[in-house]
């Protein structure tokens, strides 16, 4: 576990997608969306902490200095008694969410776009991808992805691995024909 939801997060923040939002609510370690599997917690350890905050000050529950350590009170009891404290996606499920995920995410861009324009390539979020997503990307159409790794591509290279060359904000018209010169 990471941590739990004090509603004071930013709605961007990436641990927290599809997380539930309610004050108390742990949030469990996991990673970036398209690569791993997701983790879903037993919804009654969720409800007890919810309920726990609730009853003691809602959000000025979390400027006692002992939040966490009350909190965790209600958590560890719980584990040693039931041992889990929810489950990951299976392999199927996550296979199947990414691949839904990167279809409809194509097709929406390039509703958007219009003119019958299509979307061939993919920058991975955050730089993070695997076999299974180059997979689902092949399957969906796109002809390659922008890693977030410096460096120059070259011919015969894997598509789905493309480098790119950093270009600092406020470079100038001659810095930038530098770099891309090397």
């Known amino acids: 576990m990471i941590n739990f939801y004090r509603g004071n997060e930013r709605d961007d923040y990436f641990l927290l997608k599809g997380t539930d939002k309610r004050l108390g609510v742990p949030i469990y370690r996991f990673g970036y969306e398209l690569v791993h599997r997701r983790f879903y ?56 969410r990414i691949g839904i995920e990167i279809s409809r995410s194509k097709r929406m861009i390039e509703e958007t776009i219009g003119g019958g324009k299509k979307v061939l390539f993919f920058a991975y979020p955050w730089g993070a991808y695997d076999n299974e997503l180059i997979h689902q990307l092949k399957r969906a159409g796109y002809r390659g992805a922008f890693t977030s790794g410096p460096g120059i591509h070259y011919l015969g290279e894997d598509p789905y691995q493309i480098k790119r060359i950093p270009i600092p904000s406020g470079t100038r018209h001659d810095d930038l024909i530098s770099i891309l010169k090397q």
């Open 41 to 96: 917690p037993e919804k009654r350890i969720s409800n007890l902490c919810v309920e726990y905050v609730r009853k003691h000050g809602r959000q000025d529950f979390f400027k006692k200095p002992t939040w966490r350590k009350d909190l965790l009170k209600i958590i560890h009891p719980y584990r040693k008694r039931r041992k889990a404290i929810g489950f990951y996606e299976g392999q199927r499920g996550w296979e199947t």
